[in-house]
T-cell receptor, first 110, second 114 residues
Framework: GEDVEQSLFLSVREGDSSVINCTYT??????LYWYKQEPGAGLQLLTY?????DMKQDQRLTVLLNKKDKHLSLRIADTQTGDSAIYFC??????????FGTGTRLLVSP | EAGVTQFPSHSVIEKGQTVTLRCDPI?????LYWYRRVMGKEIKFLLH????????ESGMPNNRFLAERTGGTYSTLKVQPAELEDSGVYFC????????????FGEGSWLTVV
């Protein structure tokens, strides 16, 4: 079955790096995504990675994919208070629908 | 270019009443999706339209939910009659073309059933 798991909560200090982890189950997923939801707002696509890639870097964001272990991570360098939000990992098992994790609430303290 | 827009942004209704949520996808996007997140749980897929046709409605929870996309443009999701457990955020999303293309989400319609 399809299942995506994330830790529920992460707290860091401003300026530190944040690493949010995710495990998924469907090895047929072509793409894996990270979405961000700020308080009271919608889902914002942060970044995505093709399943045949190991790493993708986009400014302060680095996505690492370990396809063998079905493990995805999002690293945010120099975390700012504006990065405080819920981060959702999602897989696309090829059925034109996304399967989301429960979301990781990131709290950045000054 | 306008993103995915949803209306209303917030709605509070009594149990037993009817609510209709509307979604306008990004212009030109054939694929339209509905998802929802009930309190504290993961975001769950409800259904997928390709133009005006329902491609996959496997996530619709029961027959109190009816989704339409007449003309293949905007979509509505009606809940009738609403129950307490229907409270949550209903997200609409759209994408262009085939599987794997970027899926863009709206800001959600926050529904509270009291």
């Amino acid at each position: 079955g399809e299942d995506v798991e994330q830790s529920l909560f992460l707290s860091v200090r401003e300026g530190d790096s944040s690493v949010i982890n995710c495990t998924y189950t469907d090895s047929s997923s072509t793409y894996l995504y990270w979405y961000k939801q700020e308080p009271g707002a919608g889902l914002q696509l942060l970044t995505y990675i093709f399943s045949n890639m190991d790493m993708k870097q986009d400014q302060r964001l680095t996505v690492l994919l370990n396809k063998k272990d079905k493990h995805l991570s999002l690293r945010i360098a120099d975390t700012q208070t504006g990065d405080s939000a819920i981060y959702f990992c999602a897989e696309n098992p090829g059925f034109q629908k996304l399967v989301f994790g429960t979301g990781t609430r990131l709290l950045v303290s000054p | 270019e306008a993103g995915v827009t949803q209306f209303p942004s917030h709605s509070v209704i009594e149990k037993g009443q009817t609510v209709t949520l509307r979604c306008d996808p990004i212009s030109g996007h054939d694929n339209l999706y509905w998802y929802r997140r009930v309190m504290g749980k993961e975001i769950k897929f409800l259904l997928h339209f390709v133009k005006e046709s329902k491609q996959d409605e496997s996530g619709m929870p029961n027959n109190r939910f009816l989704a339409e996309r007449t003309g293949g443009t905007y979509s509505t999701l009606k809940v009738q009659p609403a129950e307490l457990e229907d409270s949550g955020v209903y997200f609409c999303a759209s994408s262009q073309g085939m599987a794997g293309n970027t899926i863009y989400f709206g800001e959600g319609s926050w529904l509270t059933v009291v």
